[in-house]
């Protein structure tokens, strides 16, 4: 059954590696290469989120060869607007690291 209190925040929706047809959510721009789960639940927190649940272990459904991550979050607000904030954190963070 489907659950309207929450939803579901996918790696793949972050990843600059992948074009939007394969599931990438947000612009270049607001993506980074190959993030991680860690990272994902990083700047989730970052931005203010609180996680529910989380998979390390699961694969996209239009990626069923590669592995992938999601975290779980209470809806707050609309699911791009939560994903802007996230990505927002994601870049900064991704960013400082390589200076």
Request: aromatic share 10%; hydrophobic share 35%; proline share 3%.
């Given at each position: ?62 990626r069923p060869f590669v592995r992938s ?8 607000s609309s699911k791009t607007k939560i ?17």
């Open positions: 059954m489907k659950d309207y209190e929450h939803i579901v925040i996918w790696l793949d929706y972050f990843n600059k590696n992948l074009k939007k047809s394969k599931g990438r959510r947000l612009g270049i721009e607001k993506c980074v290469f190959d993030p991680s789960l860690k990272e994902l639940m990083d700047a989730t927190t970052a931005a203010g989120f609180k996680i529910t649940e989380s998979d390390d272990k699961v694969r996209f459904p239009k991550g999601y975290i779980v979050l209470p809806k707050e994903l802007n904030k996230i990505s927002e954190k994601l870049v900064s963070k991704r960013s400082k690291q390589s200076r």
